[in-house]
Each structure stands twice: as structure tokens, then as C-alpha cells.
């Protein structure tokens, strides 16, 4: 496809516009006057639109095919929710409108949106409170970080700088940590996936902040210890941090906060069905318990008596501003609607639905790829290509370049880091047997290849505008320009 300035023209016009006044030029500085045309493609309307409507086609998107990545999906959301948050009294809103007398705001609705957000989530997981304004997963976990930095400075306990982490954590968990100015030691997990709690016990002393757990994990599992472990944490005089980025598996079934966890973030471009990635921004929530609701950000959104709401800011042991007026207030939209739809039952439905579609991938596949931890998952399974890069040097690359051939987004590879040659598979409670069906089969032929004739994977994808890249030098030496 060619690049927009070679379909270029000289002269050529997609628009009109009124002609400039001869004296315009002098009321623009003569330092900010180009000397130079700004060497724009010169196209018509028609050349524009096909251009960029055929590039859209070269898009992959979860409204074209099946997004089986794990840990972070690309679940579908409906279009009903967009609609909602395209309505012109939210998506016209701005959040400095005016105060009213009597400190009512025209920003109402909004307001009303994110309190009754906080309110649904602090149902289903048990917290306290929640604040909304965390702007991602990863920026949710850092705000939690924080809040349990707040809590031990609160008590003058200035020697806990140490986060534990379970070697099979997501990556942004030691980053945010980090960020916040914590030491992180990682926690081994044991012959079953689960953390171990002698090496648990091992690390847990007086300098020890918290302990952040994935739950389920990102092996898929639900650990059965995690009632023990939080025990433990708040023995050692430390807090146990839950990272809900799966909170899909559980959702309806089982409340994080009663299991003893202190803090946790919500990925609403996740279990909430908004959209992730290329497809729009995210959202991470976070809730806490009340003991350390003191220290969440502000603004809060506050229910007078008389049923209006109200931003408060008069907090003292606050940690502050995390993000601008509401934080990502149309992905907060989409949840809140999608919550609404769902109802109190729909949201058990979603989890089981999320089980049942991630086992029944394990199931057919296992064989074919033997994942390291042969036990039934949650929402998402981890298979290993290991055997196939032994026998004929296929790696799970390659597996995944070939789904790319058959139409298929790739899942994530090569984590958790302790499954060598790791493909993990969240089909999500989204998708039919008939789509997980199809993916099986192109997982099953693509074995078969491995087997018989590896030189075509190490060659995929060969049906699309670009192909198999040196993706090292792509890293290291990108080309930027054409």
C-alpha cells in the first residue's frame, strides 16, 4: 500500500475554503510566517477516505476475529455502552463548568455515574471505598502502593521500604512498587503454581511493607492458601495488596476484601468489558479497606443529604491528586453501564462462563501443548511449546506467527516467565464454542506442522503486508521514516 504523500498531487484539493484577505499575513507575526509551503499531501476527499479505509482493514481488532491474549484481553463490548457514552450530556461534558449556588454543579450526572460506580464495586469485592481516578491497571497499582506507603508512614513505621512479589506477578507490579520507592524481593511459587509459603515466611520481617498477589494468578490459578497468606502478611505487621486485573474469574462468586486483603485495583477495560489496547484508553480502580480510606486521593465525590453529589477535598492524610478531574470518565461510563446490564446474577454468569471457556481450551490442547501445571484454571490457561522447540525447534513464536496466517490474533507469549516457551490463552466468557473451536483446530494443525514440516512456521506469517521481522533490530534499530 502506497504511503499517503505518494497518492499526492500537486494542486489537488479535497476541500475549499474562504479565500484569505490580502491584509490577514500582516497580523501574524513575521517570526511565526512560514517561508516554505508546509509540504502537506495534496489529495482529493475520495483519495483520503479510501486511503485510511483500507488501512483500517489492515487493523486487527476483537469486532474482526478472536483476541485470545491473556492476562490483559481484548474483551468485546457491547455496542449498547458506547452508545450510552456517546450521549451528548456526557460526551459534551466538560469538568470545569461552573458551580451553581447552593454548591450544586452541572456536572450532576457524572458525578452521579462515579458514585454509584464506586458503590457497585465496593459491593462486589468488599471494601470499604474505592476511588475511580487511577487512569490504568498499572496506575492503579501504583496509587495502591502508595496508599499502603501512607498507611506505615501514618504510624511511623519508616523502615518497612520492601514489597515481596510472586515470581509469577505481572511485570507492572515490580515497576509500581519501584515507582513508589520500594525495595521488591520476589517470593517463589511452588510445585503446584501457588506461592510457596515456607519461602513466603522466609522473607517476611519487620522491613516488609506488603506483599502483592494476582488473584487468580497469571498461571490461571486460584491459590487456595490466599486466606493463610494474608494472615501471614498482617502477622509480619504488613499489607496485602490484591491485583484484580483478573477479577473476571471470580466476579459474583468471591469478594477479595474478604479474604483479608487490604487494597486492590480493578482493570475496567477488562472484567468490565471497555475497551483495551488499540481500542481505547483504561481505568483502574482501587479499593481499600476503611482503615486506610484516610489516605485515598481526591477529589471525592460526596452524596449530600438532599441527594445531590459534591466534590470534597478536605482529606489531610490524603496522597494527593493521582490524576485530572475524574480520571478516565467515558471508560467509567461504559462499566457503569455494563454493571447496570448485568445485575446482580450476570455477574456470576460472566465468571463461570470465563471458566468454562478457558477450561475447555486446556482440555482440547493440553496434550499438544503440555503446560507445566496440569490442573484445572480459572479464566485462562498456560500452555508451553517446549516440547516442540526441543524435537524440531518451534518455538511458541512461531505458533504464534502462525495464527496470525489463520486469522487468529496470537495470545501472549513467553509469560508468566517460569513456563518456558509460554503461550497463555484467556478466550474471555465472550466468545462461542463455535469461535474456540476454530481456534483449536488452527493450534492443533499448527502442532502437526511443527511436527512434520517446521521450516513453514519459522517462515509465518506469509499472508500479511509485512512479514516475519528481525525483531530485535526492530527494537533496537527502528527504521522511522520511509
Not at 490580502?22 to 513575521?30: G, K, L, M, R, S
Not at 456517546?86 to 461534558?93: N, S
Not at 506505615?152 to 515497576?175: F, Q, Y
Not at 487456595?224 to 491485583?243: F, Q, S, W
Amino acid at each position: 500500500m502506497k504511503l499517503i504523500f505518494e497518492l499526492s498531487h500537486p494542486g489537488r484539493r479535497g476541500s475549499s475554503l474562504p479565500q484569505v484577505p490580502a491584509e490577514a499575513p500582516d497580523a501574524i507575526p513575521a517570526r511565526m510566517r512560514r517561508s516554505t509551503p508546509a509540504g502537506l499531501p495534496e489529495l482529493s476527499e475520495l483519495d483520503v477516505v479510501r486511503h485510511f479505509t483500507n488501512l483500517a482493514g489492515l487493523n486487527y481488532s476483537v469486532d474482526r476475529n478472536f483476541y485470545p491474549l491473556g492476562s490483559c484481553t481484548m474483551k468485546y463490548n457491547p455496542k449498547f455502552h458506547e452508545n450510552i457514552a456517546a450521549l451528548d450530556g456526557f460526551a459534551g461534558l466538560h469538568p470545569l463548568l461552573p458551580q451553581l449556588r447552593h454548591g450544586a454543579t452541572l456536572t450532576q450526572g457524572a458525578l452521579g455515574v462515579i458514585y454509584e460506580a464506586q458503590a457497585i464495586l465496593a459491593e462486589l469485592t468488599g471494601f470499604a471505598e474505592f476511588t475511580m481516578q487511577p487512569m490504568a491497571g498499572a496506575h492503579g497499582e501504583l496509587t495502591g502502593v502508595m496508599l499502603i506507603a501512607a498507611w506505615h508512614r501514618s504510624r511511623g513505621d519508616a523502615k518497612r521500604r520492601v514489597m515481596l512479589i510472586p515470581d509469577a506477578a505481572h511485570g507492572t507490579n515490580p515497576a509500581s512498587a519501584a515507582t513508589a520507592g520500594f525495595e521488591c524481593r520476589v517470593v517463589a511459587s511452588d510445585a503446584r503454581g501457588n506461592v510457596s509459603i515456607e519461602d513466603l515466611k522466609a522473607k517476611l520481617d519487620d522491613t516488609v511493607a506488603g506483599f502483592m498477589l494476582t488473584c487468580p494468578n497469571t498461571l490461571g490459578f486460584f491459590d487456595p492458601n490466599v486466606k493463610e497468606i494474608t494472615r501471614l502478611v498482617h502477622e509480619a505487621g504488613a499489607l496485602a495488596y490484591c491485583d484484580g486485573a483478573n477479577f473476571n474469574a471470580i466476579m459474583g462468586r468471591l469478594r477479595p476484601g474478604d479474604l483479608g486483603f487490604d487494597v486492590m485495583h480493578l482493570n475496567l477495560h477488562k472484567s468490565f468489558s471497555t475497551p483495551h489496547g488499540g481500542g481505547g484508553p483504561g481505568s483502574g480502580p482501587v479499593g481499600v479497606t476503611a482503615e486506610l480510606a484516610p489516605f485515598l486521593p481526591v477529589s471525592r465525590v460526596a452524596k449530600r443529604s438532599d441527594g445531590t453529589y459534591s466534590l470534597e477535598y478536605d482529606f489531610p492524610e490524603s496522597i494527593g491528586y493521582i490524576a485530572p478531574f475524574y480520571g478516565n470518565f467515558g471508560v467509567i461510563l461504559k462499566a457503569y453501564a455494563y454493571m447496570l446490564t448485568l445485575g446482580r446474577g450476570g455477574f456470576r454468569r460472566v465468571s463461570e462462563n470465563a471458566l468454562i471457556n478457558a477450561n475447555y481450551v486446556l482440555a482440547r490442547l493440553k496434550a499438544a501443548y503440555p503446560p507445566r501445571y496440569d490442573r484445572c484454571c480459572m479464566h485462562e490457561c498456560v500452555l508451553s511449546a517446549s516440547g516442540w522447540a526441543a524435537r524440531s525447534g518451534v518455538h511458541a513464536l512461531d505458533i504464534a506467527k502462525g495464527l496470525i496466517d489463520r486469522g487468529i490474533h496470537p495470545p501472549t507469549m513467553y509469560f508468566p516467565l517460569i513456563v518456558p516457551e509460554a503461550l497463555m490463552v484467556e478466550p474471555t466468557e465472550t466468545e462461542s464454542r463455535e469461535t474456540l473451536d476454530e481456534f483449536i483446530r488452527a493450534m492443533l494443525e499448527l502442532a502437526a506442522i511443527a511436527e512434520t514440516a517446521p521450516e513453514q512456521l519459522h517462515a509465518a506469517p506469509v499472508t500479511t503486508p509485512v512479514g516475519r521481522l528481525d525483531e530485535t533490530a526492530a527494537a533496537r534499530k527502528p527504521v522511522l521514516k520511509a
